[in-house]
């Protein structure tokens, strides 16, 4: 009888012990998995956290160069093509100077000639001294314009595109001024001149030797 009360008890005590024991264990693995997923970190954790943000800083600085770098290398390829412009245009302006000065030359040396010889070269003389102020006044205009060409390398790249934009503009106006200059010297020239010298042509030899003097009204000018 009592080994039976003995094993009653047992049975007992085991259906409320064991239960208990593995609420309690339960109860213990809860409590490490919430510890792991707490706010607080660890060394490792800090450590890969500095270690991201070191390496989010050289990306962006190594980004910043490379931006720089290529601003900087359009900076010099424009600044290289202001150079050949403002040397291709101080090229064209001494050739035209040149050019336009020599026309005034040969004109001048035609109204000697037919004055010499007794024509009436009043109308050439007047064109002459016309053609002189335009020539004077191109290249006046011609210099103002590479000057203003040559500001435009004052202006800080990358820094200043506003005054940038503007100083190319102020350039840019004033080369139409330039051609405007070259196209009325053109005009004066084959609406004036040429039709006085064509005038000439008509007017009587005052002297015996026509022949020589028809020559020289018949002098082309080009």
């Known amino acids: ?16 012990v064991v239960p208990l024991l593995v609420l309690s264990r339960a109860a213990s693995v809860n409590s490490t998995h919430a510890s792991s997923n707490s ?17 989010k800083s050289n990306l ?3 980004h910043r160069e490379e931006l720089q770098d290529r601003l900087q290398k359009r900076c010099d390829q424009l600044t290289q093509r202001i150079e050949e ?22 004109i001048t040396d035609i109204v000697q000639k037919l004055s010499d010889k007794g024509y009436d070269v009043e109308e050439l003389a007047l064109d002459l001294q016309t053609l002189d102020s335009m020539i004077l006044d191109y290249a006046s205009e011609y210099v103002k314009f590479i000057d203003l060409l040559k ?11 506003g ?12 080369l139409r001024v330039v051609f405007a200059a070259r196209l009325g010297i053109r005009e004066f020239y084959k609406d ?3 039709e006085d010298i064509k005038d000439l042509r008509q007017q009587r030899s005052p002297v015996s030797d026509s022949g020589a003097s028809n020559e020289v009204v018949n002098e082309e000018v080009e």
């Open 1 to 16: 009888m009592r080994r039976k009360i003995k094993a009653f008890m047992f049975y007992s005590l085991s259906f409320f």
């Open 39 to 55: 706010p607080v970190m660890g060394t490792t954790e800090r450590k890969a956290l500095s270690n991201w943000d070191e390496t």
């Open 60 to 62: 962006l600085e190594t």
């Open 85 to 106: 412009r403002i040397e291709k245009f101080e090229a064209n302006k001494d050739k035209h100077i040149e050019y336009y000065n020599n026309l005034k030359d040969r």
């Open 151 to 161: 500001a435009t390398r004052e202006v800080v790249c990358g820094e200043s595109q």
């Open 163 to 174: 005054a940038f934009a503007d100083a190319v503009k102020a350039a840019r106006d004033q």
């Open 192 to 194: 004036e001149i040429r």
